[in-house]
Each structure stands twice: as structure tokens, then as C-alpha cells.
């Protein structure tokens, strides 16, 4: 399901880069509620979070609340420090730099990570599908 709705998202980003135009400098981009929900259902869909945490994530964190809870809760917060916080500072870095690109470079950019997804989707998405299908073991 994560991998079909990554491949929309990229189809709608490949449909909305024909007529996007580039943010003015400091104004706030539009439908930034929207992309943080897309975002979110992406993050809340993508397997390898949870493979990570059942594999893991999980038991690390029950070792080491067995020898110390602090060391546990050190561990899930640096963690999750490390993941959202440089998912932060990207974001950051691309929205300070965007509005300095032209119509066309923006919109090819827009489009071009609208093939990412859909690539991105596929890889999710196929061997998913063959699990489901009972192709793979």
C-alpha cells in the first residue's frame, strides 16, 4: 500500500510540474499542511521502519532497558533526533535555496522528483505485490 501511494504522489508531482511556478523569496509555500499529511502517511506506510524496529530497533531497546532505562531512552531519542532532525535541516537547506531557481529549472527539478517517487514506489510497491501473491518465500 506504501509503495502505490508513493507511486501516486509521484504521479501527481510529474502532473503538477507542467504549471508550477517558483516560490517567491520568503513567501511560505503553498499547501504546506498537505505535503507534511503526504509525509506522514508515506512515513506511517514505508516498511522499513518497522522491519527496522522489529529486527533491530526493538531489541536494542529491550537489552538495554534491562541493564539501564536510561541507556533505552537515550537510544530512541538520539535515534529519532538523528532521523527527523537531518530530515529537518534538508528540508530547510532546499526551502531557503528554491525560490532562487528559474520556471524551467524548478519545474524540471519538480518533475524529475516526481520520477524519484514513482521509481521510489516501484521498488516498494513490486516486491510487495509478489509477497502478496506468494511469489517470493
Known sequence: AGGLYVVHLGV?????????????????????GRELLHGVVVNMLNPHPWLFWIAVGAPAVTA?????????VAFVFGFYLVL?????VLAGLIGAGRHRLGRRAYRL??????????????????????ALAGLTG
Open 12 to 32: 501527481g508531482t510529474i502532473r503538477d510540474a507542467r504549471r508550477a511556478e517558483p516560490p517567491a523569496a520568503g513567501g511560505n509555500p503553498p499547501g504546506g
Open 64 to 72: 538495554a532497558w534491562a541493564r539501564t532505562p536510561v541507556v533505552a
Open 84 to 88: 527527523v532532525g537531518s530530515k529537518v
Open 109 to 130: 527539478l519538480l518533475g524529475g522528483s516526481g520520477v524519484l517517487l514513482l521509481v521510489a514506489g516501484g521498488v516498494l510497491a513490486v516486491p510487495g505485490a509478489a
